[in-house]
């Protein structure tokens, strides 16, 4: 049965798709018949959901599914024409970056309030300035990789869903599984459940003792049985039909990857190092398709979704952001990422109807932030701006440098930002008063944010007295929205700068 129902239609406008664009489609899948209601009734109650799916798409931009949506025949198709789609979504945060992305989806509220303000940040302690990574944790370790850094969330401020589902119901289950462990761990909250992330220098999916103290049985029988199979596909060549090849930008552009492997077929032996073929994987597709492998183990291995005891599953898909940042998001080997992503997910909410049942399953879909497109490659309807010259770079670095020195120094923070202003890219600076003063309003810019930690979350925190050593004065590159950066990576991250334009069809809520 469809249920096809579109929000506030969205129209794409000049520059306002390039930042933190969050996609959400919540779809009650397969029958919608009242899996999503919540109704208490005997007839309702059978029908609830037994299990709870979370899926994230890191770096899906919005207009993925105005370009390419007719092309897709899999999963996305089936949420498209099944589910809810919220086209006027985005992360409300400046600093769209993963691990903030995430935990903000995972607990429903500003980073400010749940803590995860970057991917990485400083800060102060007795010790003086420390860097701090979002779920790096040295009391912990990598299970079976005792050298790794460990990891867990305790970082995170606020409980998440994952938490809220167990404290509702103690027999429900947690699960978790991504490439990335900020993808794992954040969404699974403080839950000690099963999660799961692929580590390269493993060559296998791991997990920290803040989890467990050694693998299940099943997961290492993946590892020996499953994760084999893809070591076969030492070559990732394009799945894209001919008709739709000129959909996405030409295959070999001198910006893209290396520069050098920038066209089909992309294989091991040419852009691989020898030894370290799980470091190539990594890049490639092909790992999504491994992170929903392992996902179908532990529904299959755990009995996720078999009894009424509702469980919580997330599974953040990292490909799309890898892919992009290493080719651009209008790139080909983008375009064919996204196609094989549509048929995976396909497949497993195929293998959710069988394993749990059509109509007893529910799964939310969004990104974690947008992407910038390179500026050669212009968006229709887009401004790209330009990619900012070696100058510029070198002249941003070294505000940047000095900025990040500055101890709450409020004259030569205003030389900082002076400084900043007169540069021909910069459109304006902001000082940490400025973002702090009441007339700012909400604290809906994560630099606001991030000021607002150093005042109040972290003083409050289990951390005790440490502050965080906040920007002093905030780039804002508005105007030209041009990246002096070479990577894609970096341009998201400028793309964070600018605080986004509200478009929202729901805020988080404020568990203040
Ligand atoms: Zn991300």
Not at 182 to 196: L, T
């Amino acid at each position: 049965m469809a249920d096809r129902r579109r929000t506030s239609r969205f129209r794409v406008r000049a520059a306002a798709v390039t930042r933190a664009t969050l996609l959400a489609i919540a779809g009650a899948c397969a029958s919608a018949t009242g899996v999503a209601g919540g109704t208490t009734s005997s007839s309702t109650t059978a029908l609830r959901p037994r299990l709870v799916v979370m899926i994230v798409v890191d770096q899906f931009r919005e207009p993925y599914l105005e370009r390419y949506g007719d092309l897709f025949t899999g999963g996305f198709r089936r949420l498209l024409d099944q589910g809810r789609l919220y086209t006027r979504a985005t992360h409300d945060h400046a600093i769209t970056e993963t691990a903030v992305g995430h935990a903000t989806l995972a607990t429903g509220v500003y980073p400010m309030r749940h803590g995860i303000v970057a991917n990485e940040w400083q800060e102060r302690t007795p010790k003086g300035l420390v860097d701090v990574s979002n779920v790096d944790d040295s009391t912990v370790k990598i299970v079976g990789s005792p050298t790794l850094t460990g990891v867990s969330p305790h970082y995170l401020m606020r409980t998440g869903l994952a938490d809220w589902i167990v404290a509702a119901n103690p027999r429900s289950q947690v699960a978790s599984v991504s490439a990335k462990d900020r993808a794992a761990v954040q969404p699974a909250a403080h839950a000690k459940g099963q999660v799961y992330w692929f580590e390269p220098r493993a060559g296998r999916f791991v997990t920290s003792t803040y989890y467990r103290d050694r693998y299940p049985a099943w997961s290492d029988e993946f590892t020996a049985r499953e994760l084999p199979r893809f070591a076969r596909d030492s070559v990732w060549a394009s799945t894209i039909p001919a008709a739709a090849l000129g959909r996405a930008s030409a295959d070999t552009v001198p910006w893209e990857a290396d520069g050098v492997h920038t066209s089909f077929p992309h294989r091991f032996v040419d852009e691989g190092h020898p030894g370290e073929y799980w470091s190539w994987f990594s890049a490639t597709p092909m790992l999504d398709a491994a992170t929903l492998a392992y996902a179908r183990t532990m529904v299959s291995s755990l009995g996720l979704g078999r009894d009424d005891a509702p469980d919580f599953l997330n599974v953040s898909l990292s490909q799309t952001d890898r892919v992009g940042h290493t080719y651009g998001p209008l790139s080909r080997e983008q375009l064919d990422n996204l196609l094989r992503l549509d048929r995976e997910l396909g497949e497993f909410f195929t293998f959710l109807d069988r394993t749990v049942g059509a109509g007893r399953w529910v799964v939310g879909l969004s990104a974690d932030h947008g992407s910038l497109v390179a500026p050669e490659t212009p968006w229709p309807g887009e401004r790209a701006g330009r990619r900012g010259t070696a100058e510029e770079k070198k002249m941003l670095t070294a505000i940047r440098d000095s900025a990040a020195k500055l101890e709450n120094d409020p004259a030569t923070a205003a030389r900082i930002a002076a400084a900043l202003r007169r540069l021909p890219f910069v459109a304006d600076a902001y000082m940490h008063a400025q973002l702090m003063s009441p007339s700012n309003g909400a604290p809906t810019d994560s630099f606001a944010v991030l000021e607002r930690r150093v005042l109040s979350s972290i003083a409050s925190s289990k951390a005790g007295p440490v502050t965080c050593a906040a920007p002093a004065t905030a780039v804002r590159t508005g105007t030209i929205g041009t990246c002096p950066c070479s990577s894609w990576g970096r341009v998201s991250r400028r793309a964070a700068i600018r605080p986004a334009r509200r478009r929202w069809t729901s805020r988080p809520r404020s568990r203040a």
